[in-house]
């Protein structure tokens, strides 16, 4: 056989076999020279708008009114480190920590009530003590050198969750500008919840207590019983769930509260799909609580399918709350024709979409007639 021929030959057979690899790519696929990713997926999210949220955030933070981060009226409380000094009098000046009674100890005048007083009080106090016995005209300054008294939580999906000190009044956007913002993962509530103390529940018009309400879709607080306190009295928590939306756009107290001791903040991750495999772009992909996936639109998201994906062999792997799994089969290809429904898909799915073992071989044996034909070509010139 002459050498035209037999390159001709195997161009011929080269086309067929790709042919043969294409045919089996539809609306949505990608293209079949690209590689089947094995990275670890990635989470995809929608940057942008989580960093217009921090930016309306940081904004909204630092309006506040200009002086109102005093903390001339912060009120001592335990475990409080304060330092005091006595103007002349070395020996009295002393660094002390406020017991959880909430005493101090202090030369001459021995136990002293810290807790419940601003650092101006204590200073009054003091001297008042010291003139009563022993200096004629005492200068005391009392400085707090750490606040552990009034502590808030803020956790969930913020970028520097943690334990944040009270020093001065501060509403909930503040708190949240105070952990950096949003994270990628950042879902659509914020909740506040609250301690109180025990109290008798307004009777109902039946004389029964009243029930807890849920929060409608806005902002509402929720009182529920939480377990007795130590008294043996149940313990009453007050729980605010707030829209994110409705804490941004709006200056209404009732979304912006005023965060108190003891609350904790949490704000709440949205849901994640993986999806892996054959496919343009694994990841997984944020869902926001009042938005839901499909299967086409998660493939759609990960931008598409590899020509070498079998999608007859598509499944979804979910994960009960027992710790079993699932895998339910999805026959990707029927999806694609309408000839099976869009599987709508849940928090924690993976969609798993494998690669065809012989369109693999088909498109490795192509290459390999490209490259002999290549060879033939230059070889005979």
Known sequence: MKPAMLLTLIIGLLVTLSSGSQAQTRVGDNRPGQSTPAQTPQVQTGSDEINNLNQALAKRAASRTPGSDSVSDYVIGANDLVEIAVFDIKDLDRVVRVSNQGRITLPLIGSVQASGLTARELEVVIAELLRQKYV?????????KEFQSRPVAIYGAVKKPGI??????????????LAEGFSEDAGDYVT??????????????????????SPSPASAPVTASDGPDS????????????RISDLISSNESRFNLLIEPGDAINVSKAGIVYVIGDVGRPGGFVLKERESLTVLQAVSLAEGVHG??????????????????EEIPIDLAKVFEGKQPDVPLQNNDVLFVPASASKSAMRRGAEAVLQAATGIAIYRR
Do not use: C, W, Y
């Open 308 to 325: 070498t994906a079998a999608k007859s062999a598509t499944r979804i792997i979910r994960k009960h709350p027992d710790g079993t799994k």
């Open 136 to 144: 004629k005209n005492p200068q005391v300054s009392v400085f707090i």
């Open 192 to 213: 506040v919840r609250r301690h109180q103390s025990p109290r008798s529940p307004a009777p109902s018009s039946t004389g029964s207590q009243a029930e807890p309400v």
């Open 231 to 242: 008294s043996g009295s149940p313990e009453k928590v007050e729980i605010i769930k707030v």
């Open 164 to 177: 944040v000190q009270l020093q001065s009044p501060r509403t909930l956007i503040e708190m949240l500008a």
